[in-house]
């Protein structure tokens, strides 16, 4: 069940904006809007679950599976050193937004970065950004 007060809820169901990467019946990915790096990315499920404890398996099997193409695309579109993957689940691991997902976070340099931004990025930056790695993506 959509949770109304979930902002990922929310973006699923188009009542909030979000840069789109690729959607399907079961996943959403968009750039971050307050990203650790340009190309910062999130693939959410579409069903709501607080964090992998809640989630069913096939789900998280799906959102791992699209990260393989996705990052590619990134590398593609933004020529990135590296990639972090990173997946928090409760506050005490740094999650923030309670409902499932995954940080595909370009890297330039050598990792160390925070998880999450500080600042938010301007949308039309975010848009180049959405648009370079959506061209990059292909069929899959």
Known sequence: MPDE????????????????????EHCLAFLDHSPASP?????ITKRHYDDLFTAEASDV???AALSVPLAGAIDRALG????????LNRAAAGQSVFH?????IPQQTVA????HGRHRA??????RIAEQIRAEMGEF
């Open 61 to 63: 099997a799906r959102v």
């Open 5 to 24: 007060h979930c902002i990922f809820c929310r973006m699923v169901a188009g009542d909030v904006h979000c840069h789109r990467l690729y959607e399907d």
């Open 39 to 43: 190309g910062h990315t999130l693939i």
């Open 122 to 127: 301007a949308g039309q930056a975010l848009a």
């Open 100 to 104: 499932y997902h995954m940080h595909l």
């Open 112 to 115: 160390g970065g925070a998880a």
């Open 80 to 87: 990135c050193a590296g990639l972090r993957v990173q997946q």
